[in-house]
């Protein structure tokens, strides 16, 4: 009777760590709107996933897409995770109960960058950097029809059309990137021209805060594709 009991009781933790192992599947799938290939490892006990804190999880993915940022590839890692188990096991959705550091590295290939184009947090850069260099003019370039990006050596250069009266002119920024802390990127040597009129000095360059939960160690630009590694603050 005490054999049948102790299997009984494993049986039933297995069950529960199975369907813990699924709702944190699915947390990680509902964060993205698409993904092709996503794998993930958890590295906990029976006894650790019961308690709602996972010491470590690894996942990779291609081709996701998130708040319309398509990633070609990223690969993470993340630990000491706490989560609501208690809530999992009542059917309720996952949560997570604290801020997670997360580490990894991402690669976005020039193709996924354009089809990033129409994504409001990309459309909303983009715009934020125009108002911040020409203020001026800017006004009299909306609406704008971003067309492509292409990623040479260190240098992105962003093409669109401007529609108005049925006239259509074309609008090209370049620039250089790089890294000046963990937080902030800088972009320089930008160019703004706007039917072929250069309407800024080479010398331009401006600021961007990704604020205090982004760290990042390494960021390259090379022809057709990007690089990143670093960490970020995963809040609950």
């Given amino acids: 009777m005490p054999e049948q009991n102790f299997s009984t009781k494993a049986n039933k933790i297995r069950i529960i760590t199975q369907v813990l192992t699924t ?56 630990e000491n ?12 959705p996952l949560r997570l109960l604290e801020t997670v550091p997360v580490v990894g590295e991402l690669l976005v290939d020039e193709k996924d960058l354009n089809y990033s184009l129409s994504s409001d947090l990309l459309s909303n850069a983009f715009k934020d950097v125009l108002v911040q260099l020409l203020p001026e003019n800017f006004a009299k370039f909306q609406p704008i029809n971003w067309q492509k990006i292409l990623l040479e050596n260190n240098q992105i250069i962003l093409c669109g059309i401007r529609v108005a009266n049925g006239e259509t002119t074309p609008l090209e920024i370049s620039m250089a990137l790089q ?35 982004v760290d990042i160690q390494e960021l390259t630009l090379l022809p057709g594709k990007l690089k990143c590694r670093g960490r970020i603050n995963v809040n609950p």
């Avoid at 995770?81 to 309720?92: D, F, R, Y």
């Avoid at 250069?198 to 939960?213: R, V």
Wanted: charged residues 15%.
């Fill in 23 to 78: 709702a944190l599947k699915l947390w990680l799938r509902s964060q993205v709107s698409q993904v092709s290939q996503l794998e993930v490892e958890i590295q906990a006990s029976d006894r650790q996933i019961l308690s709602g804190r996972i010491p470590a999880v690894s996942i990779f993915a291609t081709h996701a897409v998130y708040q319309g940022l398509h990633i070609t590839q990223i690969q993470i890692a993340a």
């Fill in 81 to 92: 995770i706490q989560i609501n188990v208690g809530s999992v096991l009542k059917g309720q």
């Fill in 179 to 213: 890294l000046l802390s963990g937080h902030e990127l800088q972009l320089t040597k930008i160019q703004i021209k706007h039917n072929q009129e250069t309407l800024t000095e080479e010398n331009y360059a401006y600021n961007i805060d990704l604020g205090s939960d």
